[in-house]
């Protein structure tokens, strides 16, 4: 599959939806505390049109996310808050008290009031054997498409537990957050159809073949009590969004569905189940490291065990990880990750980690300055010019540091060993057509766009020809 999107853009300076710039400390390194760096949210974002759940299998796994049709990724190092792509499995969860009173109270909900709770060790399986024998309380799996009741469930979520302006929650703000999706070609959802009846502890996964966006619908005395809004792919189950009625509140559906989700993802044979983006120092995105996992460390781009990094992300800061002595080598100063599977930080052996974070970008490091002489000689040499995609204030060029995009000196080596040359072939869509153009036919504005896009998505998806720019 071919991901068909148009050229991102770096939108810095609106308002945080998370912290509200209302923390006394929001700088992603210590270091930043000294400088006159103000509070304020960046996002790196692009529409897409086209793409495979594989593709954003890639994605999620390299921080992105997204919203309908919007792909976008957060800078961690200038953005007020550390949004972390988190994800999980059922060995890696442990129930704490309170998800295991969760789980509890809804059994007797939906089993009848004289239901007692088993002997013996608490059994999170006995939530899908509950499910299977209950006739209250059944889930519907539906295609990522509108139905007035479910808009109405999302309208009185959003009016009740988060205090929308009634004016602002329309039909079509409903059908473009949790309805659109990009996928090219999505299954019959049918496929996974009533899959809580056919569990067993016996065949412990029922793998399914289907790929992409799903809504599934509980439903409670045949009442819609809440949808979860997910993706099915390669990999895993991705949340996108849970809305559930307030009447049911009691019921803590929303850490519930967090419970069944790690289940769902077990038996149907996945390895992950991706919580979105965790921030350690807010409280409505922190409950989410309660299920535990994992957390993306973008420079190096790999998952690190949660317990591992809690002391380094302690007051929401960012966290890259290291080894001592390491700051001190070339590559560091120039933004490049760490030889990972080489490090003695490789989950096959016992190194000490540390956290580089602001040895590599805080006040004291050179990165920056050495990140733009880089920049400067590419712009000089290869003909590329940057250009504001749109005319907006808070559209900004992209910065020549940021955590999970490809460094200055590796397009610059890209660039001097001819990997990304004037004969690449660069795959175009104008006006619904698609045409190739080789790099060196192209403006140099053109160029600087391509040249964005390459740090963004990295230079082997231009070189295979799996990403169709969209103009």
């Not at 009741?149 to 979520?157: A, G, I």
């Not at 990165?367 to 920049?375: D, I, L, P, Y």
Request: charged share 25%; net charge negative.
């Amino acid at each position: 599959m071919v991901a068909t999107l148009n050229p991102p853009y770096y939108l810095s300076g609106k308002e945080c939806g998370y912290c509200k710039c209302d923390k006394p400390d929001w700088h992603a390194v210590a270091s930043f505390q000294s400088s006159d760096r103000r509070c304020h949210s960046t996002t790196l974002g692009t529409t897409v049109h086209a793409m495979s759940p594989h593709d954003y299998d890639h994605f999620i796994n390299h921080g992105w996310r997204r919203s309908g049709t919007f792909l976008y990724k957060p800078n961690l190092l200038d953005n007020c808050c550390r949004l972390y792509t988190i994800r999980t499995r059922l060995a890696d969860y442990r129930p704490t008290k309170h998800h295991r009173k969760v789980v509890n109270r809804f059994i007797r909900e939906i089993s009848g009031a004289d239901a007692k709770p088993a002997k013996g060790p608490f059994d999170v399986y006995r939530l899908l054997e509950a499910e299977k024998t209950s006739t209250r309380f059944r889930v519907e799996y539906e295609p990522s498409a509108f139905t007035k009741e479910k808009y109405q469930l999302y309208r009185k979520y959003q009016v009740s537990v988060h205090n929308d302006d009634p004016a602002d929650v329309d039909e079509k703000q409903f059908e473009r957050f949790l309805c659109r999706h990009p996928f090219a070609s999505v299954p019959d959802v049918n496929e996974v159809q009533g899959w809580p009846q056919r569990w067993s502890r016996q065949v412990p996964k029922n793998t399914t073949a289907y790929r992409g966006p799903i809504h599934e619908c509980w439903y409670l005395d045949e009442r819609l009590i809440a949808v979860s809004v997910l993706d099915v792919l390669p990999s895993g189950l991705s949340s996108i969004y849970f809305i559930w009625d307030p009447d049911y509140a009691h019921l803590s559906l929303g850490t519930l569905s967090g419970v069944r989700d790690i289940l769902m993802t077990h038996a149907w044979g996945f390895d992950y189940y991706y919580l979105g983006y965790y921030i350690q120092d807010c409280v409505k995105m922190k409950y989410k490291g309660d299920f535990g996992g994992e957390l993306l460390d973008v420079a190096n781009n790999v998952y690190v065990a949660k317990t591992r990094v809690d002391e380094f992300i302690d007051h929401g800061r960012l966290f890259v990880l290291g080894e001592t002595g390491q700051t001190t080598e070339p590559q560091w100063r120039e933004g490049f990750p760490i030889p990972f599977a080489e490090s003695s930080l490789s989950e096959k052996t016992d190194g000490e980690a540390i956290n580089v974070a602001d040895a590599v970008y805080g006040t004291a490091s050179d990165t920056t300055s050495v990140a733009q002489s880089h920049f400067d000689y590419i712009r000089r040499h290869y003909g590329i010019k940057s250009v504001a995609l749109m005319d907006h204030p808070q559209i900004k060029p992209l910065p020549v540091v940021m955590p999970g995009v490809v460094p200055m000196a590796q397009m610059r080596a890209w660039l001097e060993k001819d990997d990304l040359s004037d004969s690449t072939v660069i795959k175009v869509n104008i006006q619904g057509h698609t045409t190739e153009i080789e790099y060196g036919d192209l403006t140099a504005a053109f160029r600087g766009i391509v040249f964005d896009m390459v740090r963004v998505f990295g230079l082997e998806p231009f070189q295979k020809g799996d990403i169709i720019i969209d103009i």
